[in-house]
């Protein structure tokens, strides 16, 4: 898009509904997330969790522009390589900015934290997505267009990014709890294979198979949540005594 194709997002009342169309899908996955949390965070925290993953969207943007010089992105290369790109920047700012604070105390901490930088991921891909509606559109076929999105996207890929990012701190804890690396090695990759499959099937318009396999992966996620909460224990981290 033009940067002057741009501006049309933020004027006018567009930014407003771009954040609103981008901001309500995953406002629903955060109220879940935070309901599985057995042990309050602060809203700084929760805050700071969302944004990370904001911010793991950016880095991943330009690492992803850079990958695409190497692979064409239509090849499996480039969206197994994406997929791993997106993964490990949710998991390395949290690892890097939450894990050694005092708020990163229980094993469901790395589920709920690595859960909320997935929503900000989404939130951040979502807003890009209304934008390149309301460019490519009419003001007012742009508006039912980005209503349309909201909804495929919330159980879709704002869909996938909580559960590849849940599944990842579970393995983390995992991990913690038993200090071995390879729970941790073990989700992460899985995590990045289903994303990877996800890729695969949107490339090749396939949508209509992916719902079936993100729901059965949130019922494990949900069985992990109940894991977690029966250990119930806290964790040393790298800033314990």
């Known amino acids: 898009m033009a940067t002057a194709n741009l501006n049309i997002c933020f004027i006018d009342y567009n930014l407003f509904i771009i954040l609103f169309f981008s901001f309500i899908p995953v406002y629903i996955w955060i109220k879940f997330v935070l ?65 050694p604070t005092k708020n990163f105390h229980y094993l469901i901490d790395s589920m709920i934290y690595l859960g909320l930088a997935g929503i900000g991921f989404s939130f951040l891909e979502n807003a890009a997505s209304k934008c390149s509606i ?32 849940t599944l990842i701190g579970f393995g983390y804890s995992i991990t913690l709890k038993t200090r071995r690396i390879f729970p941790f090695i073990f989700s992460f990759i899985m995590a990045s294979i289903l994303h990877f499959i996800y890729n695969s099937f949107i490339i090749k318009e396939l949508i209509v198979y992916v719902f079936p396999i993100l729901w059965a992966i949130f019922f494990v996620v949900l069985e992990e949540f109940q894991i977690l909460k029966k250990l119930d224990g806290r964790i040393r981290t790298f800033s314990s005594n």
């Open 35 to 99: 309901y599985e949390d057995t042990h309050k965070e602060p809203f700084s925290f929760i805050v700071l969790a969302i944004f990370l993953g904001i911010l793991a969207a950016v880095l991943s943007y330009i690492s992803e522009e850079r990958l695409s010089h190497i692979f064409n992105t239509n090849t499996l290369e480039y969206l197994f390589f994406s997929a791993f790109i997106e993964e490990f920047f949710k998991f390395f700012l949290v690892f890097l900015f939450i894990v």
């Open 134 to 165: 309301l460019v490519s559109s009419s003001p007012d076929s742009a508006y039912i267009s980005m209503a349309i999105i909201s909804l495929t996207r919330f159980l879709s890929a704002n869909f996938l990014h909580l559960l590849t990012s």
